[in-house]
Every structure is written in structure tokens, then in C-alpha cells.
């Protein structure tokens, strides 16, 4: 498997309790390193706008008004197979069925407040990265 990069929220929750440098740690003890990393406050806008593809979702309302209740760290992780890899380091999307030493299983609150959100794929990771970060600003 060729070197890959991939797209990283730690979310709102995460951030309230000042877990960005352990969920990092985490991301590095896997192997992906840090490339291009930045801490943000979503506008409604861009939170709408980066979950479009959930907006007929029950959650929709609520999973955006988490995501703009607190700043977050957006990142681009790289490294051998690094979509997968981020998914398996990230563990299930609700913490209850997350397997052991994940960050979902460590430190999510709820399905909802969940510490993270990974790129579930190369087109999405593509243009996940590209709607936070500019070419110049991930040094590899
Ligand atoms: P994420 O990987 O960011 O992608 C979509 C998010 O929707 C997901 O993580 C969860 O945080 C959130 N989500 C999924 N299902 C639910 C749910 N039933 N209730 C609230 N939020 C949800």
C-alpha cells in the first residue's frame, strides 16, 4: 500500500477537555504523522456544508451545532495506508461498539460527541483536505 493522506477532525468535545495532544499522540503512535494541522471555529455555513451529505439525517441540525459549540483541530495525517489506518486508530463511530485502546473507546462521550472524525476514503480524504487546507500549508 502506497503512502496515502487522509482528513482528521478533533471535535468540539475533545477540545473542551484538552485532549488535542493525546488524541495527536495517539494519531502518532500508529505511524501517521501530522502534516498540516490547524485549530478553527466552524461557521453554521461550513459545518452545513462539510456534512451535506448527512443533511437528511435526523442528527443533521444537532451534529452541526456541536461541531461550531467549541473549536476544533482540523489535520491532515499521512502515511502508509493512512485512511485505514486512521479508521481503525479512530475505532467505531459509537464509542459503545469502539474495540479497546481506540480514541473512541478512550475518549468519546456519545455517538454524537464522538472526539473524532476520519475520511472514510481516498475521494472523500481528497476533498475533505481541500475544503480546510491550501497546498501550501501541508508540508509533508
Ligand atoms: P463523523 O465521522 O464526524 O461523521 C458523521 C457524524 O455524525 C458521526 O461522526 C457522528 O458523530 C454523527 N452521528 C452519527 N450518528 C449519529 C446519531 N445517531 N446521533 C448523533 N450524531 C450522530
Redesign the pocket.
Known amino acids: 500500500m502506497a503512502v496515502q493522506r487522509t482528513f482528521s477532525?478533533i471535535?468540539p468535545d475533545a477540545t473542551k477537555r484538552n485532549l488535542t495532544g493525546a488524541i495527536t499522540a495517539k494519531f502518532e503512535e500508529a505511524g501517521l504523522r501530522v502534516v498540516a494541522s490547524k485549530r478553527i471555529r466552524m461557521t453554521m455555513e461550513q459545518a452545513q456544508t462539510f456534512?451535506a451529505v448527512?443533511k437528511d439525517?435526523?442528527?443533521f441540525g444537532?451534529?452541526c451545532e456541536?461541531?461550531i459549540s467549541e473549536p476544533i483541530v482540523v489535520q491532515v495525517l499521512e502515511g502508509e495506508d493512512a485512511i485505514a489506518k486512521n479508521r481503525e486508530v479512530?475505532g467505531a463511530?459509537?464509542p459503545a461498539d469502539a474495540a479497546e485502546g481506540t480514541i473512541r473507546k478512550e475518549f468519546a462521550l456519545?455517538?454524537?460527541?464522538?472526539s473524532?472524525?476520519?475520511s472514510?476514503g481516498p475521494d472523500t480524504a481528497a476533498e475533505e483536505i481541500a475544503y480546510f487546507f491550501s497546498g501550501l500549508e501541508i508540508v509533508g
Open positions: 477532525i471535535k456534512y448527512h439525517r435526523p442528527f444537532e451534529l456541536f461541531m479512530m463511530t459509537n456519545s455517538i454524537g460527541e464522538n473524532v472524525h476520519g472514510d
